[in-house]
């Protein structure tokens, strides 16, 4: 009976579309539905359609990762270079990111000549950048910042997103509002905060913001260590915030 119901549980949670080679575990948040997301029928091709531009889209796991910047509403992604194995798959749409899981069962057998014409076709509706393996300790330039913003001691290693926490703070009442950005995000943040310090209503917020290496394991450590925040060593963030900001 107990399997009964996890295995309609499991059901009612994802919503699975199959490849030959590749399973697709579709995101049936609410929050996603603005995009829709399946592959063909061949499952050697991820199809997204937003309804409003998708920024990015990024395919990786802990040994392999993939960029492809879109900048349009919909978006063709041919997986045959995508090796075997389970991937996170990240779609930014208007600075929101939607997280889907793609399975990859077998390798293509890909026709080089037609792989060819492929990519070249590609190349006029998505800029693609590969990203450097998590192993060669290499920082990711699509994401990383300029100069630091605080912490001048930030460790060489591939940063994956900023984790973003902002503590509003009325007097009467206070809330704190969560995320995951990027650079672009990280500087409107910080740009808004330091203008709301020196308003009434502002003063007494904070912002605090840390680099992520891997988004999948921090989310993982962060249930697991809800003190996250003042702990000195962590492999899947720096644990030293490279802003923080306490308001008044």
């Known amino acids: 009976m107990t399997t009964r ?13 199959n490849g030959q080679k590749s399973t697709l575990l579709k995101n049936i948040n609410h929050r996603a539905s603005e995009l829709q997301h399946s592959l063909n029928k061949d499952g050697d091709t991820l199809i997204l359609k937003g309804e409003r531009t998708i920024d990015k889209v990024e395919i990786f796991n802990s040994d392999f990762q993939k960029a492809y910047i879109v900048n349009r ?3 063709k992604i041919p997986l045959t270079d995508i090796p075997v194995g ?16 793609l399975l990859r069962h077998e390798s293509f057998e890909v026709n080089l ?16 950048s590969t990203y450097q393996n998590l192993a060669e300790g290499k920082t990711i330039g699509a994401i990383e910042t300029e100069k630091p913003l605080i912490n001048t001691n930030t460790p060489l290693k591939p940063i994956r997103f900023y984790w973003i926490v902002k503590g509003i703070n009325k007097g009467h009442s206070s809330s704190k509002k969560m995320r995951f950005g990027d650079k672009e995000v990280v500087e409107q943040m910080i740009a808004q905060h330091e203008i709301d310090l020196k308003s009434k209503t502002g003063k007494h917020n904070s912002l605090t913001i840390w680099e992520v290496y891997n988004t999948t394991k921090f989310l993982r450590f962060k249930r697991q260590h809800p003190d996250y925040a003042t702990l000195k060593e ?6 030293k915030p490279i802003y923080k900001s306490e308001g008044d």
Not at 5 to 17: D, N, P, Q, R, S
Not at 86 to 101: D, G, S
């Open 113 to 128: 000549e037609k792989n060819q014409g492929e990519t070249k076709a590609n190349q006029t509706t998505f800029e693609q």
């Open 234 to 239: 962590a492999d899947c963030f720096n644990t």
């Open 73 to 75: 509403l919909d978006i």
């Open 5 to 17: 119901l996890l295995t309609a549980l499991l059901l009612f949670l994802a919503i699975f579309v």
């Open 86 to 101: 389970k991937f996170i798959t990240e779609v930014k749409v208007n600075n929101k990111l939607i997280i889907i899981t």
